[in-house]
């Protein structure tokens, strides 16, 4: 098959049972796209239950939880398709939603990947958080998207359909990846485990030549919240944690795809680095100050955790990949979105409308 859906489950098999039958039949309509759940060592019946009531879906089972980032890295060395989806479970998933997407990638042999406008299944003409229609990022690796800008969202009335359009990055919810470049990359940076790694891969894939679009031809519907709330501590810790690994891991490269040498490349990075763990330790007093004493924590246990996982990227950091030059990210700010969120308030989409990013 050119194209293979492949969806990572731990435990949610009422959401397989529930999603599977809509993205079966976008993939007849497709004709060229199968389904493949990759399971990680599930213990709710998860295999059985496809067996019996979808024995059309293959299976990669998979010996335990390795998380988005590691379970994706395992199960797609199984996949032989030209391009693969990474898809969850929770999302609903029907109608004509892979061919923009595949002929999007056939069109444009220098897109590494692409993804859906992603909707609320809530409220379906309503944005969904993960990823809306295309990511962006500020100066600062805060991350926020065309239709959501922290916890605002905005509903969905075609105003980010002047694309298809080149973004920072787009969700895992739906992300379509093409093969080669995932294979050329390595994948997901396993040290993430879950949360932000789809980022961080997306800037690295701008930063090896490649580039990433969203295709608002193409929408899907995310449920959303169905590992951990948006909220939770341990939530927080794997995004601020992760946020850091990202950070470390392309602003040198950044840096010199912007003109920068190597030595002030590196100079620049420890700096702005420096200035998010600062940002990062206001964030963890707020908390404080406002009750929420295990958010804090959780902060502070990021940092931790992220000092003992750095390794580092030299000043010598290479920029040229198999002959494609370094690029800078579309969708980058280079400013500050929380400022600007704050400052604008609901008229900060149009803000950034305006300016394009």
């Not at 067996?51 to 879906?57: A, D, G, N, R, W």
Request: include cysteine; aromatic fraction near 10%.
């Amino acid at each position: 098959m050119k194209v293979a859906v492949v969806i990572l489950n731990w435990n949610t098999a009422d959401y397989l049972k529930r999603f599977l039958p809509g993205i079966l039949d976008s993939c007849r309509k497709c004709g060229d796209a199968e389904v493949l759940v990759a399971d990680s060592g599930s213990s709710d019946g998860s295999l059985e239950m496809l067996s019996e009531c979808f024995p059309e879906v293959g299976t990669i089972p998979l010996e335990s939880n390795y998380g988005f980032a590691g379970g994706y890295n395992r199960a797609l060395l199984e996949v032989e398709a030209e391009y693969a989806v990474l898809l969850n479970s929770d999302v609903e998933a029907g109608g004509d939603w892979i061919a923009p997407l595949s002929g999007w990638m056939d069109s444009h042999p220098d897109c590494a990947a692409c993804g859906p406008k992603i909707l609320s299944l809530s409220e379906k003409d309503r944005f969904e958080y993960a990823g809306a229609a295309g990511g962006l990022a500020d100066r600062f690796g805060y991350t926020f998207c065309r239709g959501r800008v922290m916890k605002r969202v905005e509903k969905d009335c075609g105003q980010w359909d002047d694309s298809p359009a080149d973004v920072f990055w787009v969700s895992g919810a739906c992300m379509m990846v093409r093969m080669s470049a995932w294979k050329e990359s390595g994948g997901f940076d396993g040290r993430f485990f879950a949360h932000m790694e789809e980022i961080d891969w997306c800037w690295r894939m701008w930063l090896r030549g490649w580039e990433i679009s969203v295709v608002t031809s193409s929408a899907v519907w995310h449920l959303g919240g169905g590992s951990l709330p948006q909220d939770s501590p341990e939530k927080l810790r794997l995004n601020f944690r992760n946020n850091l690994l990202m950070l470390e891991n392309n602003l040198v490269g950044t840096f010199i795809a912007q003109g920068s040498t190597p030595r002030k490349a590196a100079a620049k990075a420890r700096m702005r680095l420096g200035a998010r763990m600062v940002l990062d330790l206001c964030s963890a007093a707020v908390y404080l100050l406002g009750g929420r004493k295990e958010a804090a924590k959780a902060v502070v246990r990021a940092h931790s955790e992220f000092r003992s996982m750095r390794k580092g990227v030299p000043a010598s950091t290479v920029v040229r990949k198999n002959g494609r030059e370094a690029k800078v990210p579309a969708g980058y700010f280079d400013g500050s979105m929380i400022f600007e969120a704050l400052l604008r308030g609901k008229g900060v989409f149009e803000y950034f409308r305006r300016k394009r990013i």
